[in-house]
């Protein structure tokens, strides 16, 4: 088999009216990009939940002279795979197809953006599709358990414009009822080149790139970029009863390492270790040696330029407490460090996911988008791959020395039991006040 040749460097440009472009050049037939805008559910006006996820959907019904089956048809005949949807920070609009249809994929996508018909006719069938899915969240606890953790850890303060991160992206029955053609046409003004990344991944000339990009969307509004910070409320605890309920769902939150923080490698091989696959911690406590639970994991969030690491465990009723109290001590163990065998696993795991996440081109162009949009640079697989193979279990290991997450955990269950499973942390306290059932919750 013939050596790969070397990777050629990430392209970064900032276009003048603003919008960030991430490139990298890849030879082959197709193309992918990811185009990031940074308007999320977390941006919908208080008192208007839903209304970035309804105007995504209306978005499509219609631009630059087609109406919502010409859209359609336009993309269907260019053969290209569409993806995309809305976020707690950020709405994307993903393409990939092939190289010869780049330009027409990225000036339909534009065209979305800058030149909607917005039908009106069309917004009660959309609310109502959105209300549809807000009754969903009632028959999945997890997607449940998710909101009400969101709600309880990052709760919005009193008198902000924005609703924040305590809601669904579908919204809130009360926000889907206050949508109006004019609230959402105003809402649509945010969408620009503010604070947006498109990553772009083809077989193309840096120049010819940076010309594409600027033809197709440098006419883009300004629009506007307004980080939400997270501000992890600790210590609280929350629980909803389900009395239909034949699990208790868990969920904790606690602090992390910020993206682009000189421990953020460390804490990636901690967390693998943690919750990575059928050798890790949490895997083999809580299921191989007792089986308390279904399911369990631990996985790194990233939300307002912060990090945070968010639990999860799926158990029955009866052995619910059980499950917290080996979570929280399997989180109590990791200032002790990792063995020896823990750390390679977790760095030779980490390795793989770098590598085959890097063949796809979709997931690569994803991958430029975040990076630009949360680490401020494009970090190339090489990077990466390095950073891995120099980082040591003394560098791991020093690093959990300061980390104690489990003291700050934020707690949140669903279940059929009043009071839901408790932990005995020291200093820990109940929340002010418990999330009602729901999807408004």
Known sequence: MPARSHPIPAHLWTLPGGLTVAFERRTGPGFAFDLRVPVGSAHDPAGHEGASAVLEEWLFKGAAGLDARALQDAFDDLGVRRGGGVGPEATRFSVSGLTADLSAALTLT????????????????????????????????ADRLATLARQT????????????????????PQGLEALTPTTLRAHLQRYGQAGSVLGLVADLAPEQAHALALGTLGGLRPGA???????LRTRARAHTTDPDAEQTHLS?????????HPDWMAWQVALTALSGGSASRLFHAVREERGLA????ANPVILGGSGFLSAYAGSTPA????????????????????????????????????VFGAESMRARAHALTRDAAVFGRIRSVTELRESLSKLTLDDVNSFLTRYHPAPD?????????????????????????????GPHA
């Open 110 to 141: 534009a065209s979305v953006l800058s030149d909607p018909h917005l039908p009106e006719g069309e917004l009660p069938v959309l609310t109502d599709l959105a209300r549809q899915d807000l009754e969903g969240l009632l028959d999945s606890p």
């Open 153 to 172: 850890a990052f709760p919005t303060p009193p008198g902000t414009p924005l609703s924040g991160y305590g809601h669904p992206a579908s919204g809130t």
């Open 225 to 231: 970029h307004d980080p939400i910070p997270a501000t």
């Open 252 to 260: 904790l939150t606690m602090p992390g390492v910020p993206p682009g």
């Open 294 to 297: 279904y399911a369990v994991s």
């Open 319 to 354: 052995r619910a407490p059980e499950t917290l109290q080996v979570i929280l001590a399997e989180l109590h163990r990791l200032p002790q460090g990792l063995t020896p065998a823990e750390f390679e696993r977790a760095r030779a795991g980490l390795a793989v996911s770098v």
């Open 409 to 437: 955990a934020t707690t949140v269950t669903i279940g059929p039991d009043e009071h839901g499973p408790q932990s005995h942390e020291p200093g820990a306290h109940a929340s002010d006040s418990t999330p009602s059932e």
